[in-house]
């Protein structure tokens, strides 16, 4: 190595620390990221004629429509990252109660301020469990564009955990990045990191497959209803 690059290296060091402990912070508290997304959001004029936060990432139609089939106003249902309310939005027309759910106390304000409904109640999640609610106590569990965040070894905690809190006979549904299907979009991102030399920051997008869901569910004791590939991968089950 050259004196001229030693030094060049030696300059970036603080930087690269920085970096390393920006992402460790993330990495450690899932609530940081989001929180700060809600503040940057609200600074963002882009984002005023936006009803909720979250409204920008659209495509939210297709986990709907199945939503809609599965829902009864005679249950009741879990969000789980409902964040700035977009589904929660359809949710308190659809159960007889809604528990609104998030690791983010801002996302949880928002979706507050957002829904205005009677039948709506919201909880602060740890990030890694449901512990807030007991065993066999909610009839529908559903959480839409919040998986493709976790990894494989997140999901299967958090299907155990939709389990534990289902009625016996309840359903859960969830969306997901499909690896087959949005093949281009991971490679996207998989080669953004490597382009760049650096190690993938842990807020980044995650893929799965219909064969690693339908392993979990049924390792789980749960049965498959209905999967839907569209721009998600969406699957409903049952305890």
């Known amino acids: 190595m050259n004196v001229a690059n030693y030094f060049f290296k030696l300059r970036r060091l603080p930087q690269l620390m920085r970096q390393l402990a920006h992402n460790?912070?993330?990495?450690?508290?899932?609530?940081?990221?989001?929180?700060?997304?809600?503040?940057?959001?609200?600074?963002?004029?882009r984002n005023n004629a936006q009803p909720y936060v979250g409204s920008e990432w659209k495509h939210e139609r297709d986990f709907l429509s199945l939503l809609e089939k599965y829902a009864s106003y005679e249950k009741t249902a879990l969000e789980i990252g409902c964040g700035g309310g977009r589904i929660?939005?359809?949710?308190?027309?659809?159960?007889?109660?809604?528990?609104?759910?998030?690791v983010s106390e801002e996302m949880l304000r928002k979706c507050r301020e957002a829904i205005g409904a009677p039948n709506v109640s919201f909880h602060k999640l740890d990030g890694f469990?449901?512990?807030?609610?007991?065993?066999?106590?909610?009839?529908?569990?559903?959480?839409?564009?919040?998986?493709?965040?976790?990894?494989?070894?997140?999901?299967?905690?958090?299907?155990?955990?939709?389990?534990?809190v289902l009625k016996p006979g309840g359903?859960?549904?969830?969306?997901?990045?499909?690896?087959?299907?949005?093949?281009?979009?991971?490679?996207?991102?998989?080669?953004?990191?490597?382009?760049?030399?650096?190690?993938?920051?842990?807020?980044?997008?995650?893929?799965?497959?219909?064969?690693?869901?339908?392993?979990?569910?049924?390792?789980?004791?749960?049965?498959?209803?209905?999967?839907?590939?569209?721009?998600f991968l969406t699957i409903a089950f049952r305890k």
């Not at 929660?88 to 998030?102: E, M, R």
């Not at 490679?187 to 339908?214: A, D, G, I």
């Open 24 to 45: 460790g912070a993330y990495a450690v508290n899932e609530e940081l990221f989001w929180d700060q997304y809600v503040k940057d959001w609200e600074k963002s004029r």
């Open 88 to 102: 929660s939005a359809s949710g308190v027309n659809l159960f007889k109660h809604l528990y609104a759910a998030d």
């Open 129 to 164: 469990t449901l512990k807030e609610f007991a065993d066999a106590t909610v009839d529908f569990v559903y959480s839409h564009d919040v998986f493709v965040q976790l990894s494989s070894i997140q999901v299967y905690p958090y299907l155990s955990e939709i389990k534990r």
């Open 171 to 231: 359903m859960g549904l969830i969306s997901c990045y499909d690896f087959v299907d949005q093949f281009e979009l991971f490679k996207q991102w998989s080669l953004k990191f490597w382009n760049e030399r650096r190690l993938p920051v842990y807020r980044r997008l995650h893929f799965l497959t219909e064969e690693m869901l339908r392993t979990m569910i049924s390792d789980l004791g749960m049965e498959t209803a209905a999967l839907q590939k569209r721009r």
